[in-house]
C-alpha cells in the first residue's frame, strides 16, 4: 500500500486539491452523501521510472468521487498506509459527469496548483467507470517553486561582500608551480570551519582560498557563482591552476561548475571530495529549518545579522535541501555529465556512522509491531519502515552520519578512499582517532596532482 511519489510542497499541494474540489462540488452537491461503499475502491499511484510525474487514478462509484477516496489516494501518493483512513473520513461525493464536477475539474487546472492537472476519465463501456485522474509534473512544480522563491530574495538589496572567493592574504607571493587551493563546505557550514583541514596545507606553502556562497540557494546557481569566481580568477592570473577541495554538499557545487561545459571555467586540475553526497542523502528529507537552527546556535552569524530573517533569506529558502534528495532533478541531471577530462578526481568517505545494524533491525520490527495495533500506528508504520530501510548513511560500516558510501561513489572515480571518519568530525578540532588520517591522505593528493 506504500508508494511514495511526494514532491516538494507536495502536502500544500494536498490541502489545496481538495480544497479546491470541494469548494466547487460542494455548493452544487451540498455535500451528497457517497453511495454505500462496499469493497474499497482500487486505488493506483503510478511514477514514471525518474520520478519527474506522478498519476493517481481514483475510482469513482457510480460516477461519483468520494472524499475519502479523493484523500486516500493523495496520502498514497506521500508513502502513508491508506488503509488505516477507511470508515474515518468524510463520506460526501461529487458527481464527475455533473455540474459541480466539471466546475471542480477547471477550477484545480486553472492553475491553483501549479504544474497539478486533472481530469475525469469516463469508463469504456462499464457501468460506473469513471475516474479522477490527477497529474503531477514535479518538474514543473519544482521550477514554478523556485522562480517564486528568488523572487523573494530579489526583494532583499544584496550583500556582495558577504559571498565570493577569498584568498588568503599574501597568497600571491606562493609558488605558481604549485596550485590554490580553494575549499568549499556543504550545507549550513562556512568554509572557514575548514580551517583544520587546511592547516598543514598551508604549513606546507600552499596558497589557500575559502569560496562562500548561499548555501540553502538551488545548488545550479551555486555552481554558476563558483565558476564566475574561478573565472574571475583565471583572468587575472591565468598561470595559476586550481585544486577544490570540498566538504559534503560542497562536492555537488564543484562537480557543478566544472563537468557542466558552459559553466567550465578552465583552470581547475584537481578535485578532492570529502564525504560527497554524489547521489544524495536520505536524510536530506529532514533538513529543512536547520538554517535558522545553525543561525540560532552561531554567536558569529548572529553578530553578523542580528536577529533579522535577512541572512537566512539571503542564503536560500531551503532549494539545495530538494537538491540533495536522492533521484533529484539535480542530481539526475548532474550524474548524466561525464567526468571532466582534464582534471583529476579523489573521494574520501566516511564508514563511523553510529546506529549498529542489529539496532536498525531491532527498531524496524517494532514499528511492524506498532502497526498492528492502532490506527495512527499502521497510517504511520508504512512510511517509518520506508524511511528506516534507506538509511545506510547511519550504519556504521556503510556510511558516517549523513552520507552512506554506496551513494559517495562516482562512475569513472578509481581513487576512492574509505576512512573511520564521521560527518561533520573532519570540520572539528580536537578529534581523535583515524580521522587526523585524513589531512595526510589530502596531502599526499595534493602532491601528486602538483607533480602533473
Known sequence: MNVSCASPGGRWFRVLLVAGLVGAGERADGGSPAPAAGEPAKISVI??????????????????????????????????????????????????????????????????IPGVTVHAAEGEGEPGGDRLVIQIDHARRLELQRRWSSRVRQWLPPTPSRYGLFPDPGWERSSAERPMVVMIAGLNAWPEEANRLLHRVRHEGYACAYFRYPNDQPIDQ?????????????????????????????????????????RDPGNVGQLIMIAPPNHGSALARYALGLD?????????????????????????????????????????????????????????????????????????????????????????????????????????????????LERGQLEGVDDVLVLPFVHASVLEDGVSGDVDRLPRELLQRLASGSRR
Open 47 to 112: 511514477c514514471d521510472p525518474g520520478r519527474t510525474r506522478t498519476e493517481i487514478n481514483i475510482p469513482a462509484r457510480r460516477s461519483r468521487l468520494v472524499w475519502s477516496d479523493l484523500l486516500r489516494g493523495l496520502t498514497r501518493a506521500d508513502g502513508y498506509d491508506d488503509r488505516a483512513l477507511e470508515g474515518v473520513l468524510p463520506a460526501w461525493s461529487i458527481d464527475l459527469r455533473g455540474r459541480a464536477g466539471r466546475r471542480a475539474v477547471r477550477l484545480v487546472n486553472s492553475g491553483l
Open 222 to 262: 551555486s555552481a554558476e557563482f563558483l565558476a564566475d569566481e574561478l573565472r574571475a580568477l583565471a583572468n587575472r592570473h591565468p598561470e595559476r591552476t586550481i585544486t577544490l577541495v570540498t566538504h559534503s554538499m560542497g562536492a555537488l557545487v564543484a562537480r557543478a561548475a566544472i563537468e557542466v561545459p558552459e
Open 292 to 404: 535558522i537552527w545553525e543561525y540560532i546556535r552561531s554567536a558569529e552569524r548572529r553578530k553578523q545579522g542580528g536577529w533579522s530573517p535577512r541572512p537566512c533569506i539571503e542564503d536560500g529558502l531551503g532549494e539545495a535541501v530538494v537538491d540533495l534528495r536522492p533521484n533529484s532533478v539535480f542530481l539526475d541531471r548532474l550524474n548524466a555529465h561525464g567526468r571532466h577530462p582534464r582534471v583529476r578526481y579523489t573521494i574520501f568517505l566516511g564508514n563511523a556512522g553510529g546506529l549498529q545494524p542489529d539496532q536498525l533491525a531491532l527498531l524496524r520490527s517494532r514499528t511492524a509491531r506498532a502497526a498492528e495495533h492502532g490506527r495512527l500506528a499502521q497510517f504511520l508504520g508504512g512510511k517509518i519502515q520506508g524511511v528506516l530501510g534507506d538509511l545506510d548513511e547511519l550504519v556504521a560500516g556503510k556510511g558516517d552520519g549523513l552520507v552512506s
